[in-house]
């Protein structure tokens, strides 16, 4: 079987994962398709995001296959931001306004003016993406791809062929006078 490549696009509040393939049979596509929510469930709760947050992600997704490909849809405003990340950005939208300020339990208020913004006042930082839909997509594969081969009629009719012979070669040392 041919790697898969996987492509990711994204706008506002949508993540889209493209999984192209030239070989990949159809029960590794059909396990695929059912254990990725599970596998993604599994992924985010160990980076301790709360089960609320994993619901509302889990019911906005959807994988849909084609005959090349199998693409996962994401409509979370969070997920764009947590899977790839955020360049480092100045808030010009704030010019002019007055921004309340949380300073250590007190809130005060400070006016964003064009001189704060010029010195880099306001600024948000940048974030890394955790590429966690990512690693849920590889590892459903890799789990895709075991199960297909270890039930395969191919892999049962192996398995069935050795436990046959190991039972006869029981059977004939049982019957060979010693």
């Known amino acids: 079987m041919i790697a898969p490549t996987i492509k990711v696009s994204s706008g506002k509040n949508i993540l889209i994962y493209n999984i192209d393939f030239n070989e990949m049979d159809i029960p590794t596509i059909n396990y695929f398709m059912s254990s990725f929510k599970n596998s993604l469930a599994e992924v985010l709760a160990s980076q301790r995001y709360s089960q609320k947050f994993i619901d509302t992600v889990l019911n906005n997704t959807s994988v849909d296959a084609t005959p090349k490909s199998i693409r996962i849809t994401i409509k979370n405003e969070v997920m764009p931001t947590v899977e790839?990340?955020?360049?480092?950005?100045?808030m010009y939208y704030l010019r002019g306004k007055t921004v309340p300020i949380n300073s250590f339990g007190r809130i005060i208020f400070r006016k964003v003016t064009e001189r704060s913004l010029l010195r880099g006042k306001w600024r948000?930082?940048?974030?890394e993406?955790?590429?966690?839909v990512r690693g849920a997509i590889v590892n459903t594969l890799q789990e895709a791809v075991m199960y297909t081969r270890m039930f395969s009629p191919e892999a049962r009719s192996a398995t069935e062929w050795i436990t046959r012979s190991l039972q006869n070669?029981?059977?004939?040392?049982?019957?060979?006078p010693q």
């Open 129 to 132: 993406g955790k590429k966690l």
């Open 84 to 90: 790839l990340g955020r360049q480092e950005k100045t």
């Open 124 to 127: 948000q930082r940048r974030v």
């Open 169 to 176: 070669l029981l059977v004939s040392k049982r019957k060979s």
